[in-house]
Nanobody
Framework: QVQLAESGGGSVATGGSLRLSCAPS????????MGWFRQAPGKEREGVFG????????EYADTVKGRFTFSQDNTENRWYLQMNNLKPEDTAMYFC????????????????????WGQGTQVTVSS
């Protein structure tokens, strides 16, 4: 059974930084796809980052390129999303997600292709 737990959210001013963490169990990056998503009130869930480690494929949303960076700690099987130069429009609930079905590898930022989700962590960026 795949379980995911996010942490690291918080409130920062514009231009600040946060590092989100995702602790998976029952899943490693070689199991399928992993993604970071976010959802703001009244908006659809949006893909921020996705990776299919078996092929080395990864993708960032255009809105976060150059500001957000994914990393992993293989020793502890933990994933991170470093978020720099945060903007008010980055305010959202952030989720990590995992997919064991490899169909996600062709559309890494499509939330519908991910079956396993964490509870989310809130990020609030004030202007």
């Amino acid at each position: 059974q795949v379980q995911l737990a996010e942490s690291g959210g918080g409130s920062v001013a514009t231009g600040g930084s946060l590092r989100l963490s995702c602790a998976p169990s029952g899943f490693t990056l070689l199991s399928g796809c992993m993604g970071w998503f976010r959802q703001a009130p009244g908006k659809e869930r949006e893909g921020v980052f996705g990776v299919f480690a078996r092929s080395g494929s990864e993708e960032y949303a255009d809105t976060v390129k150059g500001r957000f960076t994914f990393s992993q700690d293989n020793t502890e099987n933990r994933w991170y999303l470093q978020m720099n130069n945060l903007k008010p429009e980055d305010t959202a609930m952030y989720f990590c997600a995992a997919a064991t079905s490899w169909s996600c590898r062709h559309d890494l930022l499509n939330a519908n292709l991910y079956a396993n989700w964490g509870q989310g962590t809130q990020v609030t960026v004030s202007s």
